[in-house]
């Protein structure tokens, strides 16, 4: 299968808890993007990467969460001192330089409890 | 995305059965993209549109985007229980990333 794949699938941690997600995108492609999702919302962005640098974060993202792509390969969305806001499917999603056509891996749910 | 508004919310469907549903931007898009999840998955790529008065079809599913390039809509003819779903709009506003609608939850009543 050579589609975004996205680990582990669910997280279920204690709030206070650091948690990472990784995620590895279509191979050609060197754009990288994180989305998170609540209940009955569409995905909001959190932030992206060009190759490994990154090149835009939202202002939803917290000084708590972090995002590398270390080699412009893979990539790992880093929470941490979880909270209970945290719980939500993040997602992560590729594509090529120059489109705007992402595509989704299967997302990682979070639960902090 | 406060930008994007998608409509319905949710509905119900006969199958066998059209429905239509909208989006509207607040500003004009350089792209319009339809997605479909199901509960709990990701995003699967159905159609993109960046040519005002554009339209493509794919199976069943007809996507529209109005001359404006402001509005969107997706319709499904003779909607079957495989068309159940999330459906979502994302608008690329020439910014590298999309902004989605909340989506519109689509139930298919046999």
């Known amino acids: 299968d050579t589609g975004v794949s996205q680990n582990p699938r669910h997280k279920i941690t204690k709030r206070g808890q650091n948690v990472t997600f990784r995620c590895d995108p279509i191979?050609?492609?060197?754009?990288l993007y994180w989305y998170r999702q609540t209940l009955g919302q569409g995905p909001e962005f959190l932030t992206y990467?060009?190759?490994?640098?990154?090149?835009?974060k939202s202002r939803l993202l917290s000084d708590r969460f972090s995002a590398e792509r270390p080699k412009g390969s893979f990539s790992t969305l880093e929470i941490q001192r979880t909270e209970q806001g945290d719980s939500a499917m993040y997602l992560c999603?590729?594509?090529?330089?120059?489109?705007?056509?992402?595509?989704f891996g299967s997302g990682t749910q979070l639960s902090v409890l | 995305s406060q930008e994007l508004e998608q409509s319905p919310q949710s509905l119900i469907v006969q199958e066998g059965k059209n429905l239509t549903i909208n989006c509207t931007s607040s500003k004009t898009l350089y792209g319009l993209y339809w997605y479909k999840q199901k509960y709990g998955e990701g995003l699967i790529f159905l159609m993109m549109l960046q040519k005002g008065g554009e339209e493509k079809s794919h199976e069943k599913i007809t996507a529209k985007l109005d001359e404006k390039k402001q509005q969107s809509s997706l319709h499904i003819t003779a909607s079957q229980p495989s068309h159940a779903g999330i459906y979502l709009c994302?608008?690329?506003?020439?910014?590298?990333?999309?902004?989605f609608g909340a989506g519109t939850t689509v139930t298919v009543r046999a």
């Open positions: 990467f060009q190759n490994e640098a990154q090149l835009e």
């Open positions: 191979s050609e492609h060197n754009r």
């Open positions: 999603a590729s594509s090529l330089a120059g489109s705007e056509k992402l595509f």
């Open positions: 994302g608008a690329g506003y020439n910014d590298y990333k999309l902004s």
